[in-house]
């Protein structure tokens, strides 16, 4: 954060150096406009140095708003992600204990489930034997009935 803001004053007060110049600059061609002197040939090529220093001053102060507002773009852009990459893992691990109390939960009904069969399969040998024990009584009461017909008809 600190670099950040040592950048930005860095950056302010090398356009506040740019600024001026530009207009000292502007100052110095406005004063050589009004008062159009024939000058000598050096005089002339330090006058449109300065001007050309002062077109560079201003194509490079816009370069630097420029990298100004992409700098700030890009930061945005690494805050959204890593809020973004902070809330899939936050989905993630949600999804992940979701699976795991659904596999629990599964676990638990095969637990039950094995035990309702145990349970059926002795009631259902209970009701195997009990058939067998009725088809027993049947067969000794008719076999007793039978003798009783036998002794009564005979």
């Known amino acids: 954060m600190e670099d950040k803001g040592k950048g930005s004053e860095r950056f302010g007060g090398a356009i506040a150096n740019l600024t001026e110049m530009a207009h000292n600059l502007e100052s110095l061609q406005k004063l050589l406009l009004k008062k159009a002197v024939f000058v000598d040939e050096e005089t002339f090529a330090k006058a449109s140095l300065c001007s050309e220093q002062a077109r560079t001053i201003k194509v490079l102060e816009q370069r630097v708003e420029t990298l100004e507002r992409?700098?700030?773009?890009a930061i945005t852009a690494a805050a959204r992600a890593r809020s973004e990459k902070r809330q899939a893992e936050a989905a993630e691990k949600a999804a992940e204990l979701r699976a795991q109390e659904v596999t629990k939960e599964l676990e638990n009904t095969?637990?039950?489930?094995?035990?309702?069969?145990?349970e059926l399969r002795a009631k259902q040998e209970e009701i195997y034997k009990r058939d067998k024990d009725i088809k027993l009584l049947e067969a000794i009461i008719q076999t007793l009935g039978g003798k009783e017909v036998h002794k009564r008809t005979g």
Do not use: G, I, R, W
């Open 70 to 73: 992409e700098l700030d773009a």
């Open 110 to 118: 095969s637990k039950v489930f094995e035990l309702h069969m145990e």
